[in-house]
Nanobody
Framework: QVQLVESGGGLVQAGDSLRLSCVVS????????MGWFRQAPGEEREFVAA????????HYADSVKGRFTISRDNAKNTVYLQMNSLKPEDTAVYYC???????????????????WGQGTQVTVSS
């Protein structure tokens, strides 16, 4: 079956960096665009970043643009999220997901993703 396993979360201070990883199995990874979302307590799950199948194109939420970088290694079935200059408002559970929609590419839409990981907690203290 399809599995997505995130890792790399933790407790850091404002201004620090973290790199999240998401390993995908049970799927032909190179055929899927991938996305990262996050969910803070009491909030809706929100889009963070996405990357196309080849890695040629990326998309970011305005709140993380310039600080976060999404990348992928298709040989390792892994997508990454490099997070720099972290802020307390970045505190959330971060999820990776596989994109599965054949219509107009809209990576910010949560409904366009089919498989999700279990999430990894990122906590940024001030």
């Amino acid at each position: 079956q399809v599995q997505l396993v995130e890792s790399g979360g933790g407790l850091v201070q404002a201004g620090d960096s973290l790199r999240l990883s998401c390993v995908v199995s049970g799927r032909i990874f190179s055929r899927d665009a991938m996305g990262w979302f996050r969910q803070a307590p009491g909030e809706e799950r929100e889009f963070v970043a996405a990357i196309t199948r080849s890695g040629a194109n990326t998309h970011y939420a305005d709140s993380v643009k310039g600080r976060f970088t999404i990348s992928r290694d298709n040989a390792k079935n892994t997508v990454y999220l490099q997070m720099n200059s972290l802020k307390p408002e970045d505190t959330a559970v971060y999820y990776c997901a596989t994109y599965d929609y054949s219509g107009t590419y809209a990576p910010e839409r949560r409904a366009n993703y089919d498989y999700w990981g279990q999430g990894t907690q990122v906590t940024v203290s001030s």
